[in-house]
Structure formats: structure tokens, C-alpha cells
């Protein structure tokens, strides 16, 4: 790798835990190595990396305000990237979490119950869309939500009723 190649990546590295990515991702993304990654986050926040797995995206949607919360956040990162489900494209979830949050604020939601979810759930939840471990459900009174494939059709969180395949 080149040094400007190198510099370039230590700078995007850089650009995404200050976001709040984990390391993890960061290393993936940048094609870093971790310890590279981990002692570009101690210069960047003055402290170690958090240990830790990722939630699981199920996990995630276990009451109807995170199922809605998913719901937003997925469509704005869908609009963003158009057709392109293939891979996480970065630079657009950080575009969709931070439009994500402005409306959370913009509606109230961010001293609520509500489920506000950090840019690394926020994560979870479109890579389990792009590898496919998860599906749309649309209900008749026009509500979707995010489900795991292959398990039981789950209630709309908007009206409360069985929904169909999108």
C-alpha cells in the first residue's frame, strides 16, 4: 500500500470513529488492520475502543417504537443509495443517520422512550438487509416494517395486524 494510499485510509478511518463506529467496522471498511484501526482511535478519542460484540439485529426490534424507529431510518438509507443494495455504502448511512437524528429532533423523540439507535445499530440493521437476513412487510393500512426472513410474520407496529410479503 502506498503511503498516500495509507494516509487516505487512516484519514477515513479517522472521519468514521469520530461518528462513533466501532473498530470492527472501521477496519472493514477501510481495509485497515485493527490494531491500526484501535490506536487511530485512542489518538482520535483520548481512550480505548469499546470491547464488545454488535447486537444482533433482532435485538434490536423488540417493541413497536424500535420497529417504527428501523422502518425510518431504513427508508431514508434506501432513498439515499437508490437501487444499490449490494454492500453497505458508508457515506451514505452516515447521510441517512444524520437525517435520521435530525428528525428524531425535529419530531420530539429524542427525550422519549423511543428507540434512538446509534450509528452502529443503525449499521446492524442495513447489513442484515444487504446480506439478505432480512425483509420488507408491508400491512393493508400502508405501514411496513423489517423482519428476519423465514420466521412468522410479525404485526404491523403501526394498526396491529398480520402483514404480507413486499
Avoid at 480505548?48 to 427508508?75: H, R
Avoid at 447489513?127 to 408491508?138: I, K, M
Amino acid at each position: 500500500m502506498s503511503t498516500l494510499d495509507k494516509s487516505r485510509k487512516t484519514v477515513r478511518a479517522a472521519e468514521l470513529l469520530e461518528l462513533g463506529l466501532r473498530t470492527s467496522i472501521v477496519a472493514q471498511e477501510t481495509g485497515l488492520t485493527a490494531e491500526a484501526v484501535r490506536q487511530i482511535h485512542r489518538e482520535v478519542n483520548k481512550a480505548s475502543p469499546k470491547s464488545g460484540q454488535l447486537p444482533d439485529f433482532e435485538s434490536l426490534l423488540k417493541t413497536k417504537c424500535a420497529q417504527i424507529e428501523a422502518v425510518l431510518l431504513f427508508a431514508i438509507y434506501s432513498k439515499l443509495i437508490q437501487n444499490n443494495h449490494n454492500k453497505i455504502d458508508l457515506q451514505q448511512l452516515q447521510k441517512a443517520y444524520c437525517f435520521y437524528q435530525e428528525l428524531r429532533s425535529e419530531l420530539k423523540l429524542t427525550n422519549t422512550s423511543w428507540k434512538n439507535f446509534t450509528i452502529n445499530e443503525a449499521w446492524v440493521l442495513i447489513r442484515a438487509f444487504v446480506t439478505q437476513q432480512v425483509s420488507q412487510s408491508w400491512c393493508q393500512c400502508g405501514g411496513c416494517s423489517l423482519q428476519l426472513r423465514d420466521r412468522q410474520k410479525i404485526k404491523c407496529p403501526f394498526c396491529g395486524q398480520k402483514q404480507t410479503d413486499a
